[in-house]
């Protein structure tokens, strides 16, 4: 009789590019995204979870080719739905979800989303191919007004997560005033164009020097490799570079130096006249230009965006893995988007939003001391006696009908010593004791494990015996007492 073939054990390991979080780093992500929405829902958008599931057609330029389906999303085919993949953003669903249910909801509509992401992408270092997005848009306001409102929002909920004014800048462009430079440079064809743009989104990496080379004939490369340029002419690179680095100490000055440099175009005039009214509103809600700045070096998503476009830059320094000084960049965007609701119904369909980087957030605040550390455990309730389980159990409730977070120690309780070991791990400030005689006594032990920590480590015995860590009470005096302890 043949032998069956034994089945090799499942190794325990994450797939590549996923990462597991565990309770610290699942509280404070879940504290920060609680604050956001608190910021969101007072400015009147409203909540929307949609399917992590969409269709590819849904999903738009996302759409898996032949030769790899699975390109840019996690996808397969369905044999009722064709091809579906898990979604890649919040905003493609977005624009399904108003495209579906547009007769049942207000317009304008104003929604927020938070939730997971994924992208068939190649991970690296602190890149995933699953990660949060926390979004929040406004579907159906052509007026410019609904972009101001963003900004604002956007700088209130940076503070209220923890973030001071001062140490972040909401800066603003609009792709009409890039248009308006391309018309004045004689940049028409789309693909220029768009090499055009994707040279002066460089501008940070390689300096103005890098861009002048890659905007002309082209440069050599750290590696040594040359690099062809866009091919244009000494006039054209001075217009877009001028464009560039048109930031002026004041946004009026700003506003001025690019109407120089787009000359009679129509578009880009009226692309300065929407940044000039998002200036006035914002100015006129109590925001000021250490907050929130017109900054035409802000080019990435222009390629996207069909009006404003805005970016959340964070302020302050902090070291990289090398110990050197750098800002700590980006931390969300967002901008104007009209095209994309059309796919679906051939009407134009005015939209603006942003987009919150959760990741980078969260390590921006950690930089700044507002979340993380680890945070205490549950009181734990230790079991001296099996039989008297129910009466553990009682304990327990008593403290949770009190809004303390505790638990009855479940394993095996023969080793009292492993309880209190379970204890410290598990980081709980008090620990319950009670046994035969505590309850023929009608009295509890209640361990401040805290203190008995910097009691062993640095107390005299005259402070230990001033301060005991261990303390017997009354049974009935349980959670006043675990009370006191906590500081409650």
């Known amino acids: 009789m043949a032998k069956t073939k034994k089945q090799p054990r499942p190794k325990a390991q994450t797939p590549k590019g996923f990462r597991d979080y565990f309770g610290a780093e699942v509280r404070d992500r879940a504290l920060m995204l609680e604050r956001i929405a608190a910021v969101y829902h007072r400015y009147g958008f409203d909540a929307l979870e949609s399917s992590a599931v969409e269709t590819v ?15 840019g999303v996690f996808a397969w085919e369905d044999d009722a739905e064709g091809w579906v993949a898990l ?27 938070m939730g997971p992401v994924w992208r068939n992408e190649k991970p690296g270092p602190g890149r995933f191919r699953q990660f949060y997005q926390c979004d929040a848009d406004t579907v159906g306001a052509a ?52 090499d055009v743009l994707r040279t002066i989104d460089k501008f940070d990496k390689v300096g103005e020097a890098g861009v002048r080379e890659l905007l002309g004939k082209g440069r050599l490369d750290a590696s040594g490799a040359y690099i062809d340029g866009v091919g244009l002419s000494d006039a054209q690179i001075e217009l877009a570079v001028g464009y560039v680095t ?51 070096s802000v080019v990435r998503g222009l390629g996207y965006y069909t009006g404003p476009v805005f970016e ?7 070291l ?33 939003g942003v987009s919150i980087g959760v990741d980078r957030l969260l390590a921006a605040l950690r930089e700044k001391g507002r979340v993380g550390g680890e945070a205490p455990g549950p009181v734990v309730v230790t079991v001296m006696d099996r039989a008297r389980m129910a009466d553990y159990q009682q304990m327990v409730a008593e403290l949770r009908g009190a809004g303390i977070r505790a638990e009855v120690y479940l394993g095996n309780p023969k080793n009292f010593g492993n309880q209190l070991k379970y204890a410290d791990k598990r980081g709980s400030p008090v620990a319950v004791i009670a046994g ?49 302890m906590l500081g409650q």
């Open 57 to 71: 057609e849904a999903l738009g330029k996302f759409l898996p080719d032949v030769d790899r389906p699975n390109e």
């Open 87 to 113: 979604r890649y953003d919040l905003t493609a669903p977005l624009a399904r979800v108003y495209a579906q249910h547009r007769h049942d909801l207000p317009l304008p509509y104003r929604r927020y989303a």
């Open 143 to 194: 007026s410019v007004a609904a972009d101001a409102e963003i900004c604002a929002m956007l700088a209130d909920t940076l503070e209220e997560v923890g973030i001071p004014r001062g140490d972040y800048l909401i800066r603003v462009n609009n792709r009409k005033v890039l248009n308006g430079v391309l018309e004045a440079m004689g940049v028409s064809d789309e693909a220029q164009a768009a």
């Open 246 to 296: 048109a930031r002026r100490e004041t946004d009026t000055k700003t506003l001025e130096r690019l109407g120089e440099l787009i000359g009679e175009s129509d578009v880009g005039h009226e692309g300065i006249g929407e940044l000039m009214e998002i200036c006035d509103l914002c100015f006129c809600l109590g925001y000021g230009d250490d907050q929130i700045i017109v900054d035409p």
């Open 312 to 318: 959340a830059e964070l302020t302050f320094d902090i």
């Open 320 to 352: 990289d893995e090398k110990g050197r000084k750098r800002q700590f960049g980006s931390v969300a965007g967002g901008g104007r988007y009209d095209d994309l609701v059309k796919r679906f119904t051939g009407q134009e369909v005015p939209a603006t």
């Open 436 to 484: 035969a005689e505590e309850f023929d006594a009608g009295k509890v032990q209640i361990k401040d494990l805290v203190l008995g920590a910097q009691i062993a480590e640095n107390a005299t015995l005259e402070e230990w015996k001033d301060r005991p860590s261990q303390v017997e009470v009354p049974r009935a005096d349980l959670v006043a007492r675990v009370r006191e």
